[in-house]
């Protein structure tokens, strides 16, 4: 387990130093809130998978849905890290990052064309695709580019993975992949989409496991059907056993699959596959090496309920809101101080601007600095400006230094494709 906080358990306790960075110092220089990331503990994250990998043609595509900042994914692509991305524009920002497009992979239901044009143009890695319509589609697309489109079928596999209903991917009533009788048909009919290499297998059932045993069931399935086609002269270049893999939020109660564990899984199933396997991790490599920093604008006593109003709301952090997750709270400066239930709250105006209910924690002021732990992933990247907050600035810490990786948006930004009525037209 990595220890993201200098001089502090993992284990939810107060801390001041991040990273070699002090929290409180740094917020003089910025605002609160906002994000703030351990690069050491991300390349942590990374070193170790890359290690329980060793031996294994496997290159790492970190999900950039997770925490799509530039500055990011300029650390992964220094670490060796490739990129799954799901849109055009997470595309254009990986190439933005300098991503070799032979690191990347493109994801997702809904690719339109212009989206599968871009990826094409690119060069990059191949295309998981998830429906026939879309490998119509992109027959279309590669045809008019005089190209050949390198494909992974993305597999749904009818495996639970024991996750939060909104975030699992891999049971056959979700909208992603194909059923392997399905995968078949297309196999059989290569030869009807000469501008379409199917190579690759894909699959991804969720996210936020914590049990090895979902992975384990869906690898195998995958691989059941990879030895089928090896048998029917179908070699394969790639598996992608994409992402999923958990992070602990709850200290003491969330306990995450060890690396060694679930490349073990991947090892066993994928024995004697001589192509390359991709991963697609987004969380693993992130959640847990970033917190949200903010500070606590008023402690309000309700008629039953004390409330902590803090300077974040879900806007800047939606997953308690959205999935009901949990994340730890701590107030960042140390100090013996008697427990307190809160409610903590957001500003925005609605009652799903709840961070936690009946949380305890140490006594705390107006003013004080408080941390929202496990922050890393799916926090700044599903960020809105809901109640016209502006987003937040996202800083990264390394080894006693930061950088500012985003500022916090300017009102003015905010509101610069906004338009006066004053220029009608008819369609
Ligand atoms: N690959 C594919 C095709 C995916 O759809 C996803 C995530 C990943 C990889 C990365 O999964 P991870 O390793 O991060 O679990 N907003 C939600 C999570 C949604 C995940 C969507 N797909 C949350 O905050 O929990």
Known sequence: MINVVDGSPAAGGAVSVFDGVDLERLTQQVPTPFYAYSASAIRERISGLQHALHGLDALICYAVKANSNLAILQLMRDAGVGADTVSGGELWRCLNAGMPPERIVFSGVGKTAEEMAAALRAGILHLNVESFEELELLQQVAQAQDTVA??????????????????????????????????RRW????????????????????????????????LQRVAAFWRELAVGGHALGSIDVGG??????????DHPVAPADYVGAIREALAGFNGQILLEPGRYLVAEAGVLLTRVIRVKHGDERRFLVLDAAMNDLIRPSMYDAWHDIVPVSHGDRAPVTYDIVGPVCETGDTFARGRELPECRAGELVMIKSAGAYGSSMASTYNSRPLTAEVLLDRGRYAIIRRRQRLESMVTDELAADHWQTA
């Open 150 to 183: 390198h494909v992974a079928v993305r597999i749904n596999p009818d495996v639970d993975a024991h996750t939060h209903e909104k975030i699992s991917t891999g049971k056959a009533e979700n909208k992603f992949g194909v059923s392997i009788d399905e995968a």
């Open 187 to 218: 196999f059989a009919q290569q030869a009807a989409f000469p501008q379409v290499r199917l190579d690759g297998l894909h699959v991804h059932i969720g996210s936020q496991i914590l049990s090895v045993e979902p992975f384990r069931q869906a």
């Open 244 to 253: 999923g893999l958990g992070v602990c939020y709850r200290a003491g109660h």
